[in-house]
């Protein structure tokens, strides 16, 4: 079974940074495509991010410029640097597996990691 533990979160003011972790274990983590997921209170999940085995990324028009995503297969770890951080991008972040620009992940889900941006 998979299992996904996300760390990095916190409070930030806008502007701002942050670098969110997420590491992966029970799968072939090297093979899968990964993404970063949002849910914002209220909304529907969304995919911001996705990186290919091969290193090729992929992100939505609202974070792009501002977001990296990045993995390291050697520690099975997806990575998101986020920077110019906005209120709108406060949510719980989530990575899981992905296709490149759109969703397919697994039934496991981790707990998140909450980005809160706040002056």
């Known amino acids: 079974q998979v299992q996904l533990v996300e760390s990095g979160g916190g409070l930030v003011q806008p502007g701002g940074s942050l670098r969110l972790s997420c590491v992966v274990s029970?799968?072939?983590?090297?093979?899968?495509?990964m993404g970063w997921y949002r849910q914002a209170a209220g909304t529907r999940r969304e995919l911001v991010a996705t990186?290919?085995?091969?290193?090729?990324?992929n992100y939505a028009d609202s974070v792009k410029g501002r977001f990296t995503i990045s993995r390291d297969n050697a520690k099975n770890t997806v990575y998101l640097q986020m920077i110019s951080l906005k209120p709108d991008d406060t949510a719980v972040y989530y990575c899981?597996?992905?296709?490149?620009?759109?969703?397919?992940?697994?039934?496991?889900w981790g707990q998140g990691t909450q980005v809160t941006v706040s002056s």
């Open positions: 029970g799968s072939i983590f090297n093979r899968n495509t």
């Open positions: 990186i290919s085995s091969g290193g090729r990324t």
């Open positions: 899981n597996r992905a296709l490149p620009g759109s969703d397919y992940p697994w039934d496991s």
